[in-house]
């Protein structure tokens, strides 16, 4: 399910200058997405899992992550710790990014490896299903936004649907 609203830019544009999108996946997580172009607080992506969060802050692209694994206390209360005090980290650098900041020689860019792929003929990074997905997430966020309601994906007929599916 998706909301928003033009809050910012009352400039006559139809589309939403701040959107939030919540997407609940079958296999047990949820993902929130939110875009705001109202103000210049920088943008972050976090990343949470059961052992640890990773967090880009700066925004798509950037080298900027620190690490927050899930440590629990001597009680066994899970706790969160801070191991990377906002340095690159080893399982950065495992995603094509070196300690540096740069990008790794051999770990091209997502459009540079599309083009060497079209060359090749050889599979790219994001593959022809992952690109599916992602592209059905963002076209149901949109039309949540716009019916103003929550959908389903219908993955047997391949259709966004008002109702879940029966089991």
Known sequence: M?????????????????F????????????????????DSPSFTRYMGSKATLLNIGGEGSPR????????????????????????????????????????PGRSSHMTNWLECLRSRQQPHATVNEGFAHSVACMMAAKSYWQGKRLYWDSKNEQITDAPMAS
Do not use: I, M
């Open 2 to 18: 998706a909301h928003g609203g033009v809050f910012a830019w009352h400039d006559g544009r139809e589309n939403p200058d701040t």
């Open 20 to 39: 939030q999108a919540l997407l609940e996946y079958p296999k047990g997580f949820l993902v929130s997405y939110s875009t705001s172009f109202g103000n």
């Open 65 to 104: 992550y620190q690490l927050v694994e899930e440590k629990r206390d001597a009680r066994g209360r899970l706790r969160a710790s801070t191991t990377s005090g906002g340095a690159l980290t080893s399982t950065c650098r495992a995603v094509g990014t070196a300690a540096d900041g740069h990008r790794r």
